[in-house]
């Protein structure tokens, strides 16, 4: 069964810091991966998502994420936060079914980020 | 457009107490989830439905949890009798096709559920 590891719970920094938090999962076969986030008081929403093609994803607010296959590993990355970038974030990866039905996503356990303002 | 829509938004029962949660997926999404999420932990994948149909519900606790999806649209969650672990926030998500592994899910508010 597939598996996703986010290495950091708790994250604090300060404004205009970068960040990069890191996500490894278990199954080394062809994945989509994606990043969600959920900002205080709000839905759990979508950040970015790699299918296939350039190993570095762009997202939204600023974010990316590059994909190495070699390492299992999917790290967002932004260059310089803001207080607005204080949320919890959480890598997802597919483990396959039977069927592309039957795909299901795995989260990770998520990383809570502070920005000082 | 309405984002996913979920009721009520807290809960609190007795342990062996029943409960049970609604969620209104976005219009024409044929795929809609519940997810359990514990306190510090991801959300986990209850059930899984694609229309009216399951397509996976291996974690969820079929003794004493139970799902359906009427019509391919509502649907609820029902918790019968709760223990003090089922304390977490229940979420549930739509997304507008049939490949999961590959759409983007949109998530509801959640409902927080707390078992004394």
């Known amino acids: 069964a597939q598996s996703v590891s986010q290495h950091n719970h708790h994250v604090i920094l300060s404004e205009a810091a970068s960040l990069e938090l890191g996500c490894n999962y278990s199954?080394?076969?062809?994945?989509?991966l994606f990043w969600y986030v959920q900002y205080p008081g709000q839905h759990l929403q979508l950040l970015l998502k790699y299918f296939s093609g350039d190993p570095l994803v762009k997202g939204i607010k600023g974010f990316e994420a590059e994909f190495i296959k070699s390492k299992f590993s999917f790290n967002l990355r932004k260059p310089s936060v803001q207080w607005s970038d204080t949320a919890e974030y959480f890598c997802?990866?597919?483990?396959?079914?039977?069927?592309?039905?039957?795909?299901?996503?795995?989260f990770g356990g998520g990383t809570r980020v502070l920005v000082k303002p | 457009e309405a984002g996913v829509a979920q009721s009520p938004r807290y809960k609190i029962i007795e342990k062996r107490q029943s409960v049970a949660f609604w969620c209104n997926p976005i219009s024409g999404h044929a795929t809609l989830y519940w997810y359990q999420q514990i306190l510090g932990q991801g959300p986990k994948l209850l059930i899984q439905?694609?229309?009216?149909?399951?397509?996976?519900d291996s974690q969820l606790p079929k003794d004493r949890f139970s799902a359906e999806r009427l019509k391919g649209v509502d649907s609820t969650l029902k918790i019968q009798p709760a223990k003090l672990e089922d304390s977490a926030v229940y979420l549930c998500a739509s997304s507008l096709g049939a490949a999961p592994s590959q759409e983007t899910q949109y998530f509801g508010p959640g409902t927080r559920l707390l078992v004394l």
């Open positions: 997802a990866v597919p483990t396959f079914g039977i069927k592309a039905a039957g795909n299901k996503l795995t």
């Open positions: 439905f694609q229309n009216n149909g399951v397509v996976d």
């Open positions: 199954y080394g076969g062809t994945v989509n």
